[in-house]
């Protein structure tokens, strides 16, 4: 549709029933097309004409050819013929097929730029995106055209130009891998082409509704397997014998049996041209080993895969020679051991199943050995039977890798790339197989391009001159039809009782056949004709050619027949790709499998059917020359190809028909709008007025959904993508934390172990943390008090010393705090004490308990004191005073009495009266003792008669008093501390003696020696 001109719609009122066709070649448009491109072209794209639909000479086979060899000989291969493109194989490695030169062709108009491969491949894209409905791309033409590799590059094609994620790399990497494997296991070498393919092969590619390709599938064409065992001289086996053979690796060889020698194997051989210049096996051979890996196979996978090979190649060197009976036997043992090994079956059973056959005898079963001949076919059938299935398992399992799983729509580009037509000196059953699917697939190009097409013109009215064409059905019908055909004959003459062979089968063709036009044998013959078929021939005049085929080994391979016990002893198998291949319920069936030919008819028309429901695009390919050289043009031979593809006649419909064609229906269903009169169209226009918004929020609706799940889906996968590198810096980070506490715990272990030794880069860490460790829990653990002498902390050994300092110095600073709190009353209270200290500390038993009691100015104070005492002595200047306890010294009783210190003398005061003054200039010493008793005693010189002697007196405040006396009088030092005894002045010169000691209980007494006792109570410590 995108495609038409402005006079489409003015002839829109001139449509047909059924079909809608649009006038191309009424070449206005197409003209003024190519003015445009023409003038976008360089000089070199305008050798010739582009699309053969602008020849003048249509009609002139000559003017054609001239056309594309003139485009040949600039290397210029490809040329329409309207939207079908023309490829001539140029032999030779072109730089047109670049990611450059595929850029160019992306998603750009087809008629813009030059006819390319490309071009086709990026319009079926696109129509397909555009009409959501399923493609597929014919490419046809004879073997060695080039069908492979136009198939190859259209694939390439989409794997570059499709939009590509990790997962659809994935896809496209498996789908465009698919191809070296299937290649090596399916294509040969051939007198026509050194990669001739040997199956016929069509692949989905399957896109998404994005145009994402996200999956593929295969379906494969009967192999030609009898090539495993046989090969015609200048032919090969499959590529992969030679791979494996040339490229494996020694241990990989080794561990097959192989030797890298392809001489050394007779299925090898026979064609006596292992060695082919345009074929580098070795390095084949690396493409497949690396992309068996990409398209999902495991190492398993591989190995069995491999080991298939090797064993086929194994057997084909089992040889057979006759015993006395003329019954085979096996005289290689070395080689059916290999196989035996790789197969994983027991090589007694597989002998078995090689020298003979089990008969069925009603309830017994015998064994029937083989005639050498007999031995080599079985031996042949295995060897193809392995080969074959294996191939469909290889295909199936690539399949698999391709899958994809997701339901959601998806539309296809089919490929179809199948074995060419092909004539060979000899042409046996294989030739006549693969000839007959090239009329099948003419037959459909016909159907499809000329017949229907012309067909709808008539029906319509159209003013239409017919062009004549060859129509192939007859051909098609010859070999396919019910009873009459060939494939029909051949099976009967397979299946029916009694002796049937290749010459009866011939002769029963002759018998039904006899006046087919298409059909000739040495019988049915002129004379002429006769002189060129010998009597086991027969010829097809098929489209593309007369083929002459020798009936020899038809019925044989049509039957394809395996020994039962045979395929019993493969079920067996250890090796889980023969074991697979081997499992189905065909074997355990007592009806016949249904023939070689059968099966190719049923899947042919089966691919005709998928072909039937998608929209065709052509690519026909021209062989240049036989001898497959660059350069190379050969009119005969191209101009041949021409005529029998009918190229001529496709140009002829096309110029004369209409650009555009579409069913009717489709048309309809797509465009939805009709309209046969203006009242329609005014209908139509007022019934989308009133839709139009609903349509228009629809799709609005739907676009917000589709881009909110895009939305969606990027945020998911940026979350996820953050959340993983967040949690990896999580993970790094706790490690590190890890690995940082071991190397910590590590090293204070160590450090802990060696802490008694010098600093070493062992242990000085765990030092330091001593160190600090001591230090914080001392600085919260400081002493308090200055007197707090035991709760400093136990240093750490390294610590002795600076622990010693600290202490000192905290002890000092203490100190010097409190000093500085002192008051000046404090401060004389705490020089007395000092005074006192020096005095007694350590000489007298109660000192300790004494140094907490505060002293005071004076105990008695002076409204205490008598007044005529204090009148008395005022003028001295009272300092101290204080009760005390006299004793007589005579009786020693003990009288209250008061002492009172001035600035002169001590006084003893009863009351109103001074018992004693004791001048300080007089007073020769005090006596205290060294127990905790009060008992003070001043010592007077005998020779002052005022004086009645020493003065011996308990007071309560022992240490008070004389600190203040040894304070007023400067006496420090006439006071002494005495143990047990002192002696005392009685009057007149008497002396008496006061004795101290310690008791339960504090008493003072005369003793019977007239001695003064003095008890005094233990104190706990001094
Ligand atoms: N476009 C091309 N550019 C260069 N060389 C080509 C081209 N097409 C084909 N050839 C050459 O021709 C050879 C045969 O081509 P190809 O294998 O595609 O033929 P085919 O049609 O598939 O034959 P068959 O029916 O036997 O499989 C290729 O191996 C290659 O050398
Ligand atoms: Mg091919």
Redesign the pocket.
Known sequence: MKRLSSSFFQSLCRYPSNQMLFPCACLQGCARGQLDMEGALTARDRVGIQDFVLLDAHTSETAFLDNLKKRFSENL?YTYIGTLLV?V??????DIYSKKQMDIYMGVNFFELPPHIFALADNAYHTMLAEANNHFILIS?E????????SKKILQYYAVSCPSTTLLDNVRDRMLLSNPVLEAFGNSK?L??????RFGKYMDIQFDIQGDAVGGHILGYLLEKSRVVHQNHGERNFHIFYQLVKGGEEDLLHQLGLESNCQHYSYLVQGECANVASINDKNDWKTVRNALSVIDFDERDIQDLLGVIASVLHLGNVQFEPDSKGYATLNNSAELLWVSTLLGVNVQVLQEGLTSRKIEAKTDEVLSPFTVDHAIYARDALAKAIYGRTFTWLVNKINDSMENKDSSRKTVIGLL?I??FEVFYVNSFEQFCINYCNEKLQQLFIQLTLKSEQEEYEAENIGWEPVQFFNNKIICDLVEEKHRGIISVLDEECLRPGEATDLTFLERLEEKLDSHPHFVTHKLADKKTRKTLERGNFRLLHYAGEVTYCVVGFLSKNNDLLYRNIKDVMRQSKNTIVRECFASKESDGRRRPETVASQFKSSLLGLTDILMSKEPWYVR?LKSNES?QPGQFDDVLVRHQVKYLGLMEHLRVRRAGFAYRCRYDVFLQRTKIFIRHPRTLFATEDAFEVCKHDLASRIQAQYKAYWQKGQFRRQKEAATKIETCWRGVQARKAKGRRQWAVKVIKKFIKGYMARGEAKTTDNSEYLAFVRQNYLNRLKDNLPKMVLDKTSWLTPPPVLMETSEILRQLHMRLMVRKYIRGITAQQKAQLQLKGITSVIFKGKKDSYPQSVSQPYVDTRISEQDINMKVLQMIRHEGIKYSIPIVKYDRNGFKARPRQLILTQTAAYVVDDAKIKQRVLYTTLKGVSVSTLSDGIIIFHIPSEDDKQKGDLIMQCDHLFEALTKLSVVANKQSAINVVQGSVKFQMKAGKEGIVEFSSGQESMVYKDKNGHLMVVSTRTRAR
């Open positions: 291969i490829s194989n140029p032999y030779k490695e072109l033409g073997s060695g055209a080039g069908k492979t590799e136009a051939t026509k082409n050194d990669n001739s393919s790339d074995y060419g390919c497959q």
